[in-house]
């Protein structure tokens, strides 16, 4: 099994010499194993090797159980550990989606937190060929296209993600992990037949494999490396397509583009219908995708359907806040008109120290406070306490930009400042360029202030010296 992951691994160019893997450990026989292959392969490819476990505050006392486990195999293994948390069934509450879904986008969020932070140079899952083919039915269920039945890409580039065991199935992984006498902690959710994937993997399959293929896993995942291949040509093929036919910018009287804006698309009405439908397709969601927007293929259809009307000068409303209109000549997808973005802006903030913020009329003051006063001076409920000893020297004064997250003192876990910002929770209406102005503090690259909210507990301000924050008006006086 060793050998099929490395021909795997240099197949598809996975790790490169030198990579520092972060491997993510759950304590599971598939994540075992890939830390197990790594640590064998670890001379031969060069690499340094790290495990990271996520907690998902899901299975209680057996969740603990599990971090220990891992946490002594690494420490037996000689390796450094990280560990990180998330409530995820209170995360899936939140944002309305399932328990799956909730911990695969937090550990995700918690993986790249890694990355960014420099603990190594990328990820590896231990997803496995079983994987692969179950996610392939659960697509096909959903009624994907070729991009979906593409599957679990061994290698996500922008995540930093690799997935060396693709290649091998999860009974290979069992049997080679008790030839090494290795154990492996059981995860009790697997068995529940509520989610799909379980029933997926102990119902369907097994009916399948017994019914009408033995070998029913091994073809669902050649079906997605065949889609993928097939993808990665296709994303060529429409992106040479969409440099000649797509043009930023509205249409003029004579069917060429005015004054060119990102916020406006078009491509001529008969270079596109004289296209195969499947590019035809693909075009248009290359359109949806450069203006920020992902469509469904019911809104594809209902886009071409749109294209083909003979009456010109109709609007026609699509999801992701687009609008497409057609002309005499041409298809043209815009943005919906919103205010004009705020200009990003940041500041210095020595400690102690202020700083005017134009943008906003207003100034902030770091002012170092004494223990006692912090108690008994400046009650928490009305002034921005920080500890003193948990910040950098210099902070940084920011307006809050696209995937800030904060994590305010009366939540379980951090929030997209952008959901924080909405109606009803800074006790007024904003207006949008005070809504894009929004200020926050950072410190060594996390945020820990942010107007109007709680401070983080990890930041409070504690028995030692501390920091207010002070909002000040353009005269420097305190608000």
């Given at each position: 099994?060793?050998?099929?992951?490395?021909?795997?691994?240099?197949?598809?160019?996975?790790?490169?010499?030198?990579?520092?893997?972060?491997?993510?450990?759950?304590?599971?026989?598939?994540?075992?194993a890939?830390?197990?292959?790594?640590?064998?392969?670890?001379?031969?490819?060069?690499?340094?090797?790290?495990?990271?476990?996520?907690?998902?505050?899901?299975r209680?006392?057996?969740?603990?159980?599990?971090?220990?486990f891992?946490?002594?195999?690494?420490?037996?293994?000689?390796?450094?550990?990280h560990?990180?948390?998330?409530?995820?069934?209170?995360?899936?509450?939140?944002?309305?989606?399932?328990?799956?879904?909730a911990?695969?986008?937090?550990?995700?969020?918690?993986?790249?937190?890694?990355?960014?932070?420099?603990?190594?140079?990328?990820?590896?899952?231990?997803?496995?060929?079983?994987?692969q083919?179950?996610?392939?039915l659960?697509?096909?269920?959903?009624?994907?296209?070729?991009?979906?039945?593409?599957?679990?890409?061994?290698?996500?580039?922008?995540?930093?993600?690799?997935?060396?065991?693709?290649?091998?199935?999860?009974?290979?992984?069992?049997?080679?992990?008790?030839?090494?006498?290795?154990?492996?902690?059981?995860?009790?959710?697997?068995?529940?037949?509520?989610?799909?994937r379980?029933?997926?993997?102990?119902?369907?399959?097994?009916?399948?494999?017994?019914?009408?293929?033995?070998?029913i896993?091994?073809?669902?995942?050649?079906?997605?490396?065949?889609?993928?291949?097939?993808?990665?040509?296709?994303?060529?093929?429409?992106?040479?397509?969409?440099?000649?036919?797509?043009?930023?910018?509205?249409?003029?009287?004579?069917?060429?583009?005015?004054?060119?804006?990102?916020?406006?698309?078009?491509?001529?009405?008969?270079?596109?219908?004289?296209?195969?439908?499947?590019?035809?397709?693909?075009?248009?969601?290359s359109?949806?995708?450069?203006?920020?927007?992902?469509?469904?293929?019911?809104?594809?259809?209902?886009?071409?359907?749109?294209?083909?009307?003979?009456?010109?000068?109709?609007?026609?409303?699509?999801?992701?806040?687009?609008?497409?209109?057609?002309?005499?000549?041409?298809?043209?997808?815009?943005?919906?008109?919103?205010?004009?973005?705020?200009?990003?802006?940041?500041?210095?903030?020595?400690?102690?120290?202020?700083?005017?913020?134009?943008?906003?009329?207003l100034?902030?003051?770091?002012?170092?406070?004494?223990p006692?006063?912090?108690?008994?001076?400046?009650?928490?409920?009305?002034?921005?306490?920080?500890?003193?000893?948990?910040?950098a020297p210099?902070?940084?004064?920011?307006?809050?930009?696209?995937?800030?997250?904060?994590?305010?003192?009366?939540?379980?876990y951090?929030?997209?400042?952008k959901?924080?910002?909405?109606?009803?929770?800074?006790?007024?209406?904003?207006l949008?360029?005070?809504?894009?102005?929004?200020p926050v503090?950072?410190?060594?690259?996390?945020?820990?202030?942010?107007?109007?909210?709680?401070?983080?507990?990890?930041?409070?301000?504690?028995?030692?010296?501390?920091?207010?924050?002070?909002?000040?008006?353009?005269?420097?006086?305190?608000?």
């Open positions: 099994m060793v050998g099929k992951v490395l021909a795997y691994i240099r197949e598809r160019r996975l790790i490169q010499p030198g990579d520092r893997i972060i491997t993510a450990v759950s304590g599971g026989a598939d994540s075992v890939l830390l197990r292959v790594l640590i064998e392969l670890r001379p031969e490819l060069a690499i340094g090797i790290s495990v990271a476990h996520f907690n998902h505050k899901i209680g006392p057996e969740a603990e159980s599990d971090e220990e891992v946490r002594a195999l690494t420490r037996q293994l000689e390796l450094e550990f560990s990180g948390s998330g409530d995820v069934p209170a995360y899936a509450r939140e944002q309305k989606m399932s328990l799956e879904a911990a695969r986008e937090l550990r995700q969020q918690w993986f790249a937190g890694l990355i960014r932070q420099s603990r190594g140079d990328r990820i590896a899952t231990a997803h496995t060929l079983d994987d083919a179950e996610t392939v659960m697509r096909v269920f959903r009624g994907a296209g070729s991009r979906g039945l593409a599957g679990i890409a061994p290698w996500q580039k922008e995540k930093s993600l690799v997935r060396p065991m693709l290649c091998v199935a999860r009974s290979e992984v069992e049997a080679w992990l008790k030839s090494l006498g290795q154990p492996w902690r059981e995860d009790s959710t697997n068995r529940d037949l509520h989610h799909t379980n029933r997926i993997r102990h119902e369907l399959l097994p009916a399948l494999q017994r019914n009408y293929n033995p070998a896993r091994q073809t669902l995942a050649d079906l997605a490396e065949i889609a993928r291949a097939e993808e990665d040509y296709w994303n060529t093929t429409t992106a040479d397509l969409a440099a000649r036919l797509i043009r930023a910018g509205k249409p003029s009287r004579s069917g060429r583009s005015g004054a060119t804006a990102d916020s406006v698309l078009a491509v001529e009405l008969s270079a596109l219908l004289s296209l195969p439908l499947a590019l035809q397709r693909r075009l248009l969601r359109i949806a995708e450069r203006l920020g927007a992902a469509l469904e293929f019911t809104h594809i259809h209902e886009l071409l359907e749109f294209a083909q009307q003979k009456k010109p000068g109709k609007t026609l409303e699509l999801p992701g806040g687009l609008a497409a209109t057609r002309t005499l000549r041409e298809l043209q997808i815009s943005r919906r008109p919103h205010a004009p973005a705020a200009r990003d802006y940041c500041y210095l903030l020595s400690v102690p120290g202020e700083v005017s913020i134009p943008e906003l009329g100034g902030l003051r770091a002012q170092l406070v004494s006692a006063d912090a108690l008994s001076r400046y009650n928490s409920a009305h002034y921005q306490l920080l500890d003193r000893a948990s910040l210099e902070l940084k004064v920011r307006n809050w930009r696209a995937g800030d997250r904060y994590f305010p003192a009366h939540t379980r951090p929030k997209k400042v959901e924080l910002l909405q109606p009803g929770r800074v006790g007024h209406e904003l949008p360029q005070e809504r894009a102005c929004w503090i950072e410190s060594a690259g996390e945020i820990v202030w942010m107007r109007g909210f709680p401070v983080p507990r990890a930041f409070a301000a504690k028995s030692g010296e501390a920091v207010l924050i002070e909002e000040l008006t353009t005269n420097g006086a305190g608000l």
